[in-house]
């Protein structure tokens, strides 16, 4: 009774609210220049490229190597359903097969369970081969499901051309690597990330089922928030080599939840806070839309308490981004109200901010003494790279002059080290796959034929767009977990480009 009187007290409150801000002088402004900038966008020639589709993806649909490639991938499945259509009968009375068929029937709440693991999993017990055996498993699985259920197959329609070459590039990284054997621990790397893609964007069929894959997920972002907290409550040691406390006194030890290290776990968050956001406006109920406000509170709170400062860059940058994309009137509502908010943050959180702009800071120093250690690398292997894998990277930049002192692990971006990594086709195929994922976005958000996966991908392009803001100053991929979720937000956001346009799955 008194949470439904709360509840009740709660919605009629933000309705005054609502109803004051829709006849504030406020409210008047924010609309005159929402429609002064959609104005500009209409006429803008940037946006008429974006929104065009280039001549590469259509020559991809049409192309003999995709129809080859696709024949190839479906072809053990068509000949195999043959022989399991004669023998139907004698599978169905096994109780093996049976509770085989119990996965199969709800395959994408398994595979969205095997990522919550990949998620949740507390760092000191997780072993990257976990990540092999869940993808290898799930593979299997979903390979009889193309066997035993009509209209299944593994779908690579909707991926991109430049996502091809750049799976490409990285087999050819591996196989001309100047350090083969060091390397092909990475290429296994790779492979669990695209074997998971390939999976979600297959398995995905409905608007509902990728609603409950992103919800399995959010649950588990929303337990290493309450982890996180729980860590800043008992106490979290202060790691040196994490935070220079020459300028962050009095600052405290910054929290890492599952992921085992504080920057990796924030890229965690700013991949899926934004779905938050996508679930709240995709619920009917207002209770619904209130249960995934409070689910976010945890790891928005986790966020800061991360202090990691690129990420909360990225976090902003994808919030702007979102607002931008689902209501561009709102954008100078989101600036203010973030401006307003900077008095009432706690002390150290605002002294870590201010440290952004210090030009003393040792991590930032770091990273300029970084580059200047790999450009001598980067001339010499441009067009190449070194071969797969921080091994390989560190083998080769040890024989050039140290600026850093020690052996760097990697070049703290993440372009950098694709490029140093896999050469010259690598990072431009994947930069041409991220600008092709974005002008796919924003074609599906234009088209509004499904609301809900429209919301879901406004999400899923404002994680990406996020994420890589943080990769200017941070290598994502060198903790294998943040790797295998930016593919997974890659796979559910080409599945909900594919729903939010209304294609058909075959």
Same mark, same amino acid.
């Given at each position: 009774m008194a949470d439904s009187l709360i509840v009740k007290y709660v919605y009629c409150l933000l309705s005054i609210l609502q109803a004051w801000y829709r006849h504030s002088a406020f409210a008047r402004i924010v609309d005159s220049l929402g429609k002064k900038l959609d104005m500009l966008l209409k006429s803008s020639s940037i946006v008429d490229l974006v929104s065009r589709e280039g001549i590469f993806p259509r020559m991809w649909r049409s192309s003999k190597f995709y129809m080859l490639t696709n024949k190839v991938l479906n072809l053990p499945s068509q000949a195999l359903r043959r022989i399991y259509s004669e023998r139907k009968q004698i599978f169905e009375h096994s109780l093996f097969f049976k509770a085989v068929d119990v996965l199969l029937k709800r395959y994408h709440l398994l595979l969205a369970f095997c990522i919550l693991i990949v998620i949740v999993f507390p760092d000191n017990r997780w072993y990257n081969i976990f990540a092999t055996i869940l993808a290898l498993g799930l593979l299997v699985l979903f390979f009889i499901k193309t066997v035993t259920y009509e209209g299944y197959g593994f779908k690579i329609k909707n991926f991109d051309i430049y996502l091809i070459l750049f799976i490409i590039s990285v087999f050819l990284a591996e196989i001309f690597s100047l350090f083969p054997i060091e390397s092909l621990r990475f290429l296994v790397f790779y492979i669990n990330c695209f074997l998971l893609l390939l999976l979600l964007v297959s398995a995905i069929k409905t608007q509902e089922e990728l609603s409950q894959v992103v919800t399995m997920l959010l649950a588990g972002i929303t337990l290493t928030g309450l982890y996180g907290i729980w860590q800043k409550i008992v106490g979290v040691p202060v790691n040196l080599s994490q935070i220079d406390i020459s300028l962050n006194e009095g600052m405290g030890g910054r929290i890492y939840s599952t992921m085992g290290n504080p920057n990796n776990y924030a890229e965690v968050l700013v991949l899926f806070l934004p779905f938050y956001a996508a679930m709240v406006l995709n619920?009917?109920?207002?209770?619904?839309?209130?249960?995934?406000? +409070? %689910? =976010?509170?945890?790891?928005? =709170?986790?966020? %800061?308490?991360?202090?990691?400062r690129s990420s909360w860059i990225g976090f902003a940058v994808a919030l702007l981004v979102f607002t931008f994309l689902w209501n561009k009137k709102l954008l100078p509502v989101i600036v203010i109200a973030g401006v307003f908010c900077i008095p009432f943050l706690p002390l150290s959180i605002y002294r870590r901010i201010l440290t952004i702009f210090n030009p003393n800071d040792s991590s930032a120093n770091y990273r300029v003494r970084i580059y200047r250690t790999v450009w001598p690398m980067l001339k010499e292997y441009w067009y190449s790279g070194v071969g797969l894998g921080s091994d390989a990277f560190m083998n080769v930049v040890r024989k050039y002059h140290l600026y850093t002192g020690a052996v760097p692990p990697h070049s703290h971006n993440l372009l950098l080290q694709i490029w140093l990594e896999i050469g010259l086709i690598g990072v431009l195929s994947f930069i041409g796959y991220l600008i092709?994922?974005?002008?796919?976005?924003?074609? +599906?958000?234009?088209?509004?034929?499904?609301?809900? =996966?429209?919301?879901?991908?406004?999400?899923?392009?404002? +994680?990406?767009?996020?994420v890589m803001v943080i990769s200017l100053a941070e290598y994502i991929w060198f903790y294998h977990r943040v790797m295998v979720l930016f593919w997974v937000v890659a796979g559910m956001l080409i599945a909900a480009i594919r729903l939010a346009k209304r294609e058909s799955y075959d």
């Open positions: 619920s009917k109920t207002f209770l619904k839309k209130l249960l995934f406000i +409070a %689910m =976010a509170i945890p790891p928005l =709170a986790s966020l %800061m308490l991360t202090l990691s092709r994922l974005f002008k796919s976005s924003i074609k +599906a958000i234009k088209s509004k034929r499904d609301p809900k =996966a429209v919301n879901i991908v406004i999400a899923g392009i404002s +994680a990406i767009i996020g």
